[in-house]
């Protein structure tokens, strides 16, 4: 008895004993793919981890993981969005649901490959229950590469060239493509009353520009590459563009960027080409890849069409060696001349097509340009006075505010007063602000008044070298009638639906 009174503590430390931890989960390693077919693939090999499609092209999906037991956490590679994965005793991957995702999505092992574990570094966790609009700040100090670009991309307190340092730092060291993107827009001078742009990408300062070549070549970030062949290619350095664009397509970075290699391989590019001599398009100008924008016909007095088909009813102007032709989102398509039979897209909604001359046409001469440095334009800053000064919009306007007076011209438009609009515009036209200056011509073509062209007219004629010039020649008698059909046609459809029977009314189609 005393022996087992002597023996019971060690009986009871024994059972007491914590039981050993479950033993760590296996690293995933090879490919693996995803039950669902609209998730990404992804492919581990130690530490890293790449997301991809089915073709092979990079997906923000991941960048890095760690493992905690059976718990594997991934930082995707554009933010510090941070997805949890479990990992199951027979290697599955199984993706957990959670506010973005009301699914789990479950992973199988595909191509099995060799990897060297390196302990997941660069990926840290908050302490468990830190909340929400804590956990970037404390992943970071933990060493959380991806919460430390989150809070230098928020932060407004640290010093414009400091953040750029740190996230410089993200970029070559850890190759971290949210840190690249972000090091690049932290360059960008900070300007809150920066000219307004709507579908032309502006050229970026040199510091940006050696920026995006490093993201692009050294950490491989697909935005960054994108992005310099954007950059390259506006600036006319077409080559270096064309070469960001292979190198993004050999890398299988982005499957648009190897899209225009199709027609741009075939082309004959340089980096130096000198800028031509103003040039007047005339006839159909098309583009061997297709797309909404794929055909251009030029006729005469600066009119133009997209498409093979229908009236000319849009303007162009030239500029330089540049044929603008103005759409309806109030920008202009740019096209560039490579040679005298060649267009290059150059805007947003046409960049690295090549418009090559069909079928001819002749066309009258049309007025050359003047030079454009010789030409006056003010660019269109946007600024707040409207929304803090107790006088509003009306108040700024006679200030000298552009925008107020846009915003109160804008509010008359969609009162359908063309003629109280066209007046708020004639104050931005009269600053020699092309968008102004256009809205009057809009306003023209809403109404045919030509009397609500008098104030753009007044503005050419004391001033010829005014962007006014240019926008006035826009404006023409088949736009009036263009408007004129779309408000017949939208009135007569809204009569016609008036006029439909409704289930709700309970009404039945006549009989007759």
């Known amino acids: 008895m005393r022996a087992f009174l002597a023996a019971w503590p060690l009986l009871l430390c024994s059972l007491w004993s914590p039981l050993p931890a479950a033993a760590a989960a296996p690293a995933p390693c090879g490919e693996y793919v995803p039950e669902d077919e609209y998730a990404p693939l992804l492919s581990f090999a130690g530490n890293t981890v790449i997301a991809h499609d089915r073709e092979g ?115 070559r060291r850890d190759a971290s493509p949210y840190a690249c993107d972000e090091w690049a827009k932290a360059l960008k001078p900070e300007d809150p009353g920066a000219p307004l742009y709507l579908f032309r990408t502006q050229p970026a300062a040199p510091a940006v520009l050696d920026a995006l070549r490093v993201a692009c070549r050294d950490a491989r970030a697909p935005k960054a590459c994108e992005g310099l062949a954007e950059q390259d290619w506006i600036a006319g350095r077409f080559a270096a563009s064309r070469e960001t664009l292979r190198y993004a397509c050999q890398w299988k970075l982005s499957s648009e960027m190897c899209k225009p290699l199709a027609e741009l391989n075939d082309v004959a590019l340089t980096d130096t080409a000198a800028r031509r001599a103003p040039q007047q398009p005339c006839g159909t100008y098309a583009s061997a890849k297709g797309g909404l924008f794929d055909v251009f016909r030029f006729g005469d007095e600066h009119g133009a069409a997209i498409g093979n088909e229908g009236e000319l009813g849009l303007r162009y102007r030239l500029r330089d060696d540049q044929v603008l032709v103005r759409h309806d989102k109030g920008d202009d398509f740019v096209l560039r001349w490579l040679d005298d039979d060649t267009l290059l897209g150059m805007d947003d909604w046409t960049r690295y097509t090549v418009f090559r001359r069909g079928v001819a046409a002749q066309c009258a001469p049309v007025k050359m340009p003047i030079a454009s440095d010789r030409m006056i334009e003010t660019p269109y800053r946007v600024d707040h006075c409207a929304l803090t000064d107790p006088g509003g919009a009306d108040a700024c306007c006679r200030r000298g505010s552009a925008s107020a007076c846009m915003g109160a011209g804008h509010i008359a438009a969609m009162k359908n007063d063309w003629a109280g609009a066209a007046g708020y515009y004639d104050r931005v036209c009269a600053m020699h602000v092309r968008e102004g200056c256009g809205n009057v011509v809009a306003a023209y073509h809403n109404t045919g008044d030509e009397k609500l062209l008098a104030g753009i007219r007044k503005v050419c004629h004391d001033e010829p070298r005014s962007v006014a010039c240019e926008e006035l020649e826009l404006a023409n008698a088949a736009a009036v009638n263009q408007k004129q059909l779309e408000r017949e046609v939208e009135q007569s459809l809204r009569e016609l639906l008036e006029r439909l029977p409704t289930e709700e009314a309970g009404e039945a189609p006549s009989e007759e």
């Open 57 to 171: 092209y990079r997906d923000p999906a991941a960048w890095r993981y760690r493992i905690d037991g059976d718990t594997l956490s991934m930082r995707r590679a554009d933010s510090d969005l941070l997805e949890t994965y479990r990992i199951e005793a027979d290697g599955r991957l199984v993706l957990q649901a959670d506010r973005m995702r009301s699914e789990p999505v479950t992973y199988r092992l595909r191509e099995p490959a060799v990897c060297v574990p390196t302990g997941g570094a660069g990926v840290a966790l908050a302490p468990a229950g830190t909340p929400d609009n804590q956990q970037s700040k404390l992943a970071c100090k933990a060493g959380d590469v991806q919460s430390c670009v989150s809070e230098l991309a928020m932060d407004r307190d640290t010093p414009q060239a400091q953040r750029a340092a740190q996230l410089e730092t993200y970029c």
